[in-house]
């Protein structure tokens, strides 16, 4: 973080990165004495209503943020940006998107949280769009030349007021990100999930919560004891998770708290063994077993340069028989999901925990969306998630050592067909889950 005192004494000359807040209700013109080498501006929470009409002339602005701001509609500036790939807007009280906001170079859009009604149709004509953020706005329809980004990969629609998924929206061919949950067309089949599903309620007042094992957008995640029958003689470690109630970049924690609960048992998710009641602050939480610290994350989430796809560990490697059995397991969760009518919408590496051995846990629910597997979208859905196995399965192969080669040749062929540009022609997963599963039942 810098400060308002450093850019006006020009300490901060040759910066790449400025990240200022400080109640700013103006943009500090000083921030131009940086335009030959200013790539990435971050003003959130600050109190901006507006973007100066020469902001053009930080001419290596490659990245901006203004998230937490009182912006009400996205800067039109914004799109005279040359070379401008990154937009945040996140928990402004944007309501408009004027069809000249947006730059031409656009990779990723985040507008989460706002009071965005409609997009404009010039939206179609950000042909490198890669991820569009729109949770928590009040879109009714999305505008049918958004099936023109044909490089989009990851798209959050949840929490809005869509009273339908569009047709060609199954049809995209690099869409291997979505999430919808949390809209009307949505909320009963979230119902009738929990119906199906329901999981014991367990006093808060029987819990003795511990340390803070890790923080995600949606909750908090806490070792704690569970007092048995016979009091604390009995109790048991596990973990709780703790929803924070708002909106987050996905969607909705109740969305999220729903399609756990729904997912029933399969040994590559993360069990469900209760449902949190009586929390003083009325806090909505869930009981999970505890995960043996062995267990690590397969990878680190994508950054500002990755966009879409996972960062990995420049060491990480997998033998032959881990990277089969974390495929395995992937494929097979995921699989078992769509047969309970659930979209995972967030299939990556970084919501994967694998142990030495290769067993994976499929985890981060945050994206999770409903379906009707009786719908005529419900095969389209899941072949979009197929693709981000695709993604996954060829980044456990480049990091993969001692397969054979003929073995290799096989699941290289299979990653490429998740990775068709026709949805349609790609494998289910039920499909390709029960070929690993093959393949680890033989020697290799």
Known sequence: MHTLDQLRAGQLAGVQRLQLKAGLTTFPREIFDLADTLEILDLSGNALTSLPDDLPRLHRLRVIFCSDNQFTALPSVL????????????????????????????????????????????????????????????????????????????????????????????????????????????????????????????????????????????????????????????????????????????GLPQSEMAACIAAGKHPDLIPVQGRIAGHPDGVQGLIMPLIDPDYINLAGPPSLHSCTRDVYDDHKRFDAGAALRIAYGIASAAAHLHAQGILHGDLYGHNTLHCPRGRALLGDFGAASFFDPADPHAIGLQRLETRAFGCLLEELLERCDGMRPELMQRLRAWAEACLDLNPASRPPLAYLARQLEQILDNPF
């Open 79 to 250: 799109g005279r940006c040359a070379q401008l790939t990154m937009i945040g807007f996140k928990a402004n009280r944007i309501a408009q998107v004027p069809h000249d906001a947006l730059p031409p170079k656009l990779r990723w859009l985040i507008l989460t949280d706002n009071a965005i009604e409609s997009l404009p149709p010039e939206i179609g004509q950000c042909g490198e769009m890669q991820k569009l953020m729109l949770a928590g706005n009040r879109l009714t329809t999305l505008p049918d030349t958004l099936a023109r980004c044909h490089k989009l990969e990851l798209l959050r629609i949840a929490a809005n007021q869509l009273t339908a998924l569009p047709d060609w929206l199954q049809h995209m061919p690099r869409l291997s990100w979505l999430a919808f949950g949390g809209n009307p067309f949505g909320v009963a089949l979230e119902q009738r999930a929990l119906e199906r599903s329901p999981v014991p309620l367990v006093a808060w007042r029987t819990l003795a919560v511990g340390r803070k094992l890790g923080e995600g957008a949606s909750g908090v995640i806490y070792k704690a004891e569970q007092a048995g029958q016979t009091g604390q003689r009995d109790a048991t470690n596990v973990a709780i998770k703790l929803f924070k109630g708002a909106v987050t970049s996905d």
